[in-house]
């Protein structure tokens, strides 16, 4: 189940990034297109390099709270 689900989610992410880069390429101006598209990349790519070491902390420091949240449901 948890992998069919994550297959969906890539799916949903793939078919998000495609439609954000056309609707940058229709918004921005030629001239400044090349800056908005390199930032869009930029923080995609921070994002996916920073988050594994923010969940690695929450998760070291900070596990009690996911349990106690996850043995509630």
Known sequence: MFFSERILQGM????????????????????KRGRALGLIVS???LG????????????QHRMEVFVSHYNNI
Request: negative net charge.
């Open 48 to 59: 996916t390099s920073v988050s594994p070491v923010i969940c690695g902390f929450l998760v």
């Open 43 to 45: 923080g995609v790519y």
């Open 12 to 31: 949903g992410l793939a078919i998000a990034n495609v439609a954000e880069m056309a609707i940058i390429v229709l918004a921005i101006p030629e001239e």
